[in-house]
């Protein structure tokens, strides 16, 4: 079906309240179990990497059953009491809460999580009969989505910063976030018909979808540029403290970026539009590149210049976060007569998703230990290390992906073209 600006704005309103639930989860709940219940800071990391990698193994297994049983949106539907249970259970610990709390509470927002955002995903690929249309639902969602990045991350600050009560009340806050944008897209969005998916095997089904090869170039080129936008977002605290020497400022180049992204949607459209997605996606990768190689450059007090680079980094993440997800959307159109895929698909998607975070993390901070930085520090030699890591390591990451992309040019192109068939 064409689908128009309204009903695609009124997909991706969802978009907001399941960006918003992801933040805290790794960003302020190590902190409150650390510090309010007094657990063992790497118990806690244990926990937070045990439960993501059971997280990640599990979202094929969701995808093929969303592909084989009920509609999206019914998936969808039951998802959304898991998550909110989870999120209350999560920022709400009871007194003596301990590990066991922590990994029930994590799993059961996980699964809730999971389970709304493979469906949500597939449901929009499935929604569009254009590739400007699937593009376009594609921008609407991550652009809700960065919003509802921006505004978990300031809301608690409002609330009583980061306190375990201002925790507990974001808690209680999200559920109703959630109504509210479940609410608006489930009541405004278009739905799709459910399809039978046969008695396809998982195992079939996970085969079948690396089998395609223009999917699983596509996932090798995501895979690579994820990983290279993810080491900055894991290390951006240290080199805004250390190097720039502006912690107090993190929170102001943290927003400047996530708007960016946000605003830079509609841009990214127009862009697929007249050069392709390809050609559109390989123009950000460029950009990103130069954007880090000059944020390496920086020093103490360089905050102008970095407050450019947030806004022009933040504006290549808008393409991340479009264009190979519209790409994907559009291969799926092509297959879409062998049956449902979708489900499937985004669940080796959210898989590559959630290793990229952890791969990024272990592969920077382990190397930036080894390197010998340590936070706080203000050696040259360190810092320069510092610097390396958070812009130089991206930018050869980046440049590994484009070269990816370029040399799969030819097959992907080629889907491209014939998408626009379908």
Known sequence: MKVERGPALAYGVLGLPLAFAALPIYVHAPKLYADGLGLPLAAIGAVLLGVRIVDALTDPLIG????RFVARRAWIVAALPLLAAGFIAL????????????AASLLLVTLGYSLATINYAAWGAELADTPDGRTRVVASREGFALAGVVLAAGLPSVLGHDSA????????IFPFILVLGAGLTLRFAPAVAKVDGGAVSLRAAMRDALAFRPFARLLVVFAANGIAAAIPA?????????????????????????????ASMPLWVRCASVFGKLGAWLLAMLLAMAVFAWAATLGAGDLRSFALICVLSGAA???????????LADLLARERSAGPRAGAWFGWWNLVSKANLAIAAGLALPLLDRLGYAPGTRDPDALAVLAGVYALLPVALKALAAALLWHYRRDLMEEERRCAEY
Do not use: I, K, R
């Open 64 to 67: 093929w059953a969303s592909d």
């Open 91 to 102: 920022l709400g610990p009871p007194a003596g809460a301990g590990l066991v709390w922590l």
């Open 165 to 172: 009560s201002g925790l507990v009340l974001l808690g209680w």
């Open 234 to 262: 894991a290390t951006v605290l240290f080199f805004v403290s250390d190097v720039l020497q502006a912690e107090s400022a993190s929170g102001l180049f943290l927003a400047l970026y996530f708007v960016a992204g946000a």
């Open 317 to 327: 993440l808008g393409a991340d976060l479009a264009l190979p997800a519209a790409m």
